[in-house]
């Protein structure tokens, strides 16, 4: 198509009222092509040569000749007047840069459309390219955003392939993803939220060097270690498999928590004042409704003095201390409650050093010995009180059991055969 030019005194947006007012127009400065619009008329186009025409200028040469061709009318400045353009044709224009699109406005020269690139349009505002369209895609430069209404979970702003599908604000800060008008999931600056009647699936079991569901890191993460099994990899090592009925920790790791109390225990069973916390440096308390009920350190177990141990299938089966030579004053180890005394001498004081009251021993003698009855305490060496404030002639098999009640070794039975 082409296009011809106006002058000034014949711009557009100037319609003559009929061709007795066009004919007034002088026309000594006309250049020939330049066309107006004439009311009820159409449009007429000014020819330079000096030949008779359908409207012959009163002032000027050429004439004005009614013309109905798709040419485009616009002013020297290359406005194009659009209440005067009707195209039936093809425009074919230059393709224009950002600063200088080949669509602007007359109020705003740097604002419009150009031709980026091949089957590429740009849009430019202020003279900066903000977003180009291709056959395939709408790409929006660095720094602009695509703004939107807040939408609907029935009409989302964004839809995908069907209305009822796509993206839209739930709340402030909040994007919810939609399907065939649904809620699926919320997607907020620190959670990712399903509704109870969605399930997050994922396609893959993964690994524990791959895992499905990864967190700060490839190797780190959740995945399938079997069917019905979640399990925890650090760093491409399981630490932990879950099934329906077990937690099982892997060889070497270890669960760390708190230190607990009485009260709120680290390690809570069924209620949140009942299980397990740390009442001291390497030791364990167990708690039953807030209550210390036991304390196990690596060489006892220490009952309240409200809790009784009750056996309701099985016998309690008391450990050996080992071997003991006689001496004036013997020294029980740690290791049991049961201990055989070698040697003939004469026993007076047995120490208390590591045991409470209450402690019960039991000495199993191999020989003739003499155990004495209420001797003088001599540093860590408490008495022992025998049945009959009388001493015991030991023989070989025959045994003493004593109770410790804080001060003394009391009896509890002996036997001698």
Aim: charged letters at 5%; a negative charge.
């Amino acid at each position: 198509m082409s296009v011809l030019y106006s002058e000034a005194n014949v711009s557009p947006g100037t319609t003559y009222a009929n061709t007795a007012a066009l004919q007034a127009v002088n026309t000594t400065t006309l250049q020939n092509g330049v066309r107006v619009q004439v009311t009820g008329s159409g449009v007429y186009q000014f020819y330079l040569q000096a030949t008779s025409g359908n409207v012959q200028p009163t002032t000027g040469p050429g004439y004005w000749k009614l013309v109905t061709d798709p040419y485009v009318m616009m002013s020297a400045s290359n406005q194009i007047d659009g209440s005067q353009v009707a195209l039936s044709d093809s425009l074919s224009l230059n393709d224009g840069t950002a600063a200088a699109p080949t669509f602007n406005y007359a109020a705003d020269l740097t604002t419009g459309l150009y031709r980026v690139g091949a089957s590429q349009i740009g849009v430019t505002t202020g003279g900066t390219l903000r977003a180009t369209f291709s056959t395939t895609a709408l790409t929006l430069a660095s720094g602009i955003a695509l703004v939107g209404a807040a939408g609907t979970v029935g009409a989302p702003a964004v839809a995908i392939g069907e209305t009822g599908t796509g993206f839209y604000q739930t709340a402030a800060h909040q994007i919810g993803i939609s399907i065939n008008g649904g809620l699926v999931a919320t997607l907020a600056a620190t959670t990712f939220t399903l509704p109870s009647t969605v399930t997050l699936v994922m396609s893959a079991p993964g690994a524990n060097g791959v895992p499905t569901i990864a967190i700060g890191e490839a190797v780190s993460g959740f995945y399938a270690s079997a069917s019905h099994q979640v399990a925890l990899a650090i760093n491409s090592a399981t630490t932990w498999i879950q099934t329906a009925t077990q937690f099982q920790m892997q060889s070497g790791i270890a669960i760390l928590s708190a230190v607990g109390a009485v009260s709120t225990p680290a390690v809570a069973i069924g209620e949140t004042a009942t299980g397990l916390y740390q009442t001291a440096a390497h030791q364990i308390g167990f708690a039953c409704n807030g209550v210390l009920a036991a304390t196990l350190s690596g060489t006892s177990l220490t009952m309240a003095s409200a809790v009784g141990l009750v056996m309701t299938a099985a016998a309690i089966q008391l450990a050996s201390g080992g071997s003991v030579a006689s001496a004036s004053t013997i020294t029980l180890g740690q290791g049991g409650n049961v201990f055989t005394i070698s040697g003939t001498t004469t026993i007076n004081l047995i120490t208390s050093t590591g045991w409470q009251t209450g402690s019960v021993v039991t000495l199993l003698f191999g020989t003739t010995i003499t155990i004495k009855n209420n001797q003088a305490p001599s540093g860590a060496g408490a008495a022992m009180l025998l049945s009959g404030a009388s001493d015991m002639s030991a023989i070989a098999n025959s045994s003493l059991t004593l109770v410790y009640n804080g001060t003394a070794w009391v009896q509890i039975a002996q036997s001698v055969y």
